[in-house]
Structure formats: C-alpha cells, structure tokens
C-alpha cells in the first residue's frame, strides 16, 4: 500500500505561483502513473495533471494547460505541481493520486486511483 502526502498549498495573490509536492512512501512509486486533481467549495472533484512513470508523457486539463507543470523524481519518490499565473478559479483542495499502472489513458476518471493524499489548500485572491 502506498500512503502519499502533500504539501506546498497556502494563499498567494492573483498571478503568483507555488509548487505543490506529493511524498509516497512504499517501494513500489517508481512503476506508477501518478497524477493531480483539486476539488473546489460546491464542486466535483477534477483532474488537472497527469504524469506517466518515467515522467515521459504528461497531461493537463484544458483550464490549466500552460500554466501549470506536472514533474516528477522517483529517486525521491516525489511528484510535483508547479502552478503558474494563478487565478481565483483555481481555488481548490489539490490531491495527489496513484493510479496502479505505468501509463495514463484519457478519460482521466478518479476511480481509475487507488491511492489518494490527503490534500492541500491552495487559495487564490484577487
């Protein structure tokens, strides 16, 4: 089983930006896919990047693409969300998920993840 947690989220202004990470612990990160979703006040939850396990490939929803970046280091067994140009919209609890097999496929549906971080606050004023 493997636990993941998050950090890195907290309250920046319009067009800041922070880095979020995603701790795994277990032996087995490094042959995963691995990906980010945020839930915001009153909504579903939502997929927003995905990485493949060498980190060859990523995707991104359309609301983020090209500001957001997907990374990762599986010597640190570590994944992480680089967000840019942030905007009040992306107000959200953000997670980290693993999806038990070394490559994604769009759709990118939550149930499709079996292991899920505990989340981190990300707040963008305006």
């Known amino acids: 089983q493997v636990q993941l947690v998050e950090s890195g989220g907290g309250l920046v202004q319009a067009g800041g930006s922070l880095r979020l990470s995603c701790v795994a612990s277990g032996r087995t990160f490094n042959i995963y896919a691995m990906a980010w979703f945020r839930q915001a006040p009153e909504k579903e939850r939502e997929f927003v990047a995905g990485?493949?396990?060498?980190?060859?490939?990523?995707y991104y929803s359309d609301s983020v693409k090209g500001r957001f970046t997907i990374s990762r280091d599986n010597a640190k067994k570590t994944v992480y969300l680089q967000m840019n140009s942030l905007k009040p919209e992306d107000t959200a609890v953000y997670c980290c998920?693993?999806?038990?097999?070394?490559?994604?496929?769009?759709?990118?549906?939550?149930?499709?993840?079996?292991?899920w971080g505990q989340g981190t606050q990300v707040t963008v004023s305006s």
């Open positions: 990485i493949n396990w060498r980190g060859g490939r990523t």
């Open positions: 998920a693993l999806r038990s097999t070394r490559y994604l496929q769009a759709p990118f549906d939550e149930a499709d993840f079996g292991s």
